[in-house]
């Protein structure tokens, strides 16, 4: 398969839509070595199917010589995402993290080249943030935007608990 074959692939095969589509395909013309970020948190001892999806585009981009960051969300898996939740999930411990850390790598590079990937944990930035620190991040985001969320609208609407914790999680993904 010739490269711009490779380029019509990873743009075309397994994918609903792409944003600034004409932006992509030119950098991935250009030459130029891109940075293709995934974070993913550990939220259970294994890697979600669905997460193959993305883990294969990002061998495609690897294939394509980009460098892969992975990034383990293992402070915001803590926390908890909300994003696709119809109540409050559970705060998990930093040992729940880390046995289920345990077979992550082992499974994502069965898809992922381990020498083109890159790795980084979450909690390296935003374990040491302050008080003061989290304070100026919020202040640049208001309640309605997250209230806006569909999940959210219908938990509050329904008068289900939303607690702020869960109001800090973008924040933090962000």
């Known amino acids: 398969m010739t490269k711009d074959e490779k380029i019509q692939n990873l743009l075309q095969k397994g994918v609903v839509e792409i944003i600034h589509k004409d932006h992509l395909l030119k950098a991935l013309k250009s030459g130029k070595k891109l940075r293709v970020k995934l974070g993913i948190d550990p939220t259970s001892p294994n890697i979600h199917i669905g997460r193959a999806v993305?883990?294969?585009?990002?061998?495609?981009?690897?294939?394509?010589?980009?460098?892969?960051?992975?990034?383990?969300?293992?402070?915001?898996?803590?926390?908890?995402?909300t994003s696709d939740k119809d109540a409050e999930r559970p705060m998990l411990s930093e040992a729940e993290i880390k046995k289920n850390l345990k077979t992550y790598?082992?499974?994502?590079?069965?898809?992922?080249?381990?020498?083109?990937?890159?790795?980084?944990?979450?909690?390296t930035w935003l374990k040491?943030?302050?008080?003061?620190?989290?304070?100026?991040?919020?202040?640049?985001?208001?309640?309605?935007?997250?209230?806006?969320?569909?999940?959210?609208?219908?938990?509050?609407?329904?008068?289900?608990?939303?607690?702020?914790?869960?109001?800090l999680y973008p924040l933090m993904q962000g």
Request: charged share 25%; no cysteine; glycine share 10%.
């Open 128 to 167: 040491g943030l302050g008080f003061a620190e989290i304070g100026r991040l919020a202040n640049m985001f208001g309640l309605h935007e997250f209230s806006s969320r569909e999940n959210i609208a219908k938990r509050m609407n329904a008068g289900k608990r939303v607690s702020l914790r869960e109001l």
């Open 105 to 123: 790598f082992e499974q994502a590079y069965k898809i992922l080249d381990k020498k083109k990937t890159e790795v980084h944990y979450n909690s």
């Open 54 to 81: 993305v883990l294969w585009k990002l061998r495609a981009f690897q294939e394509l010589g980009h460098q892969v960051v992975f990034i383990v969300g293992d402070f915001t898996g803590q926390i908890g995402d």
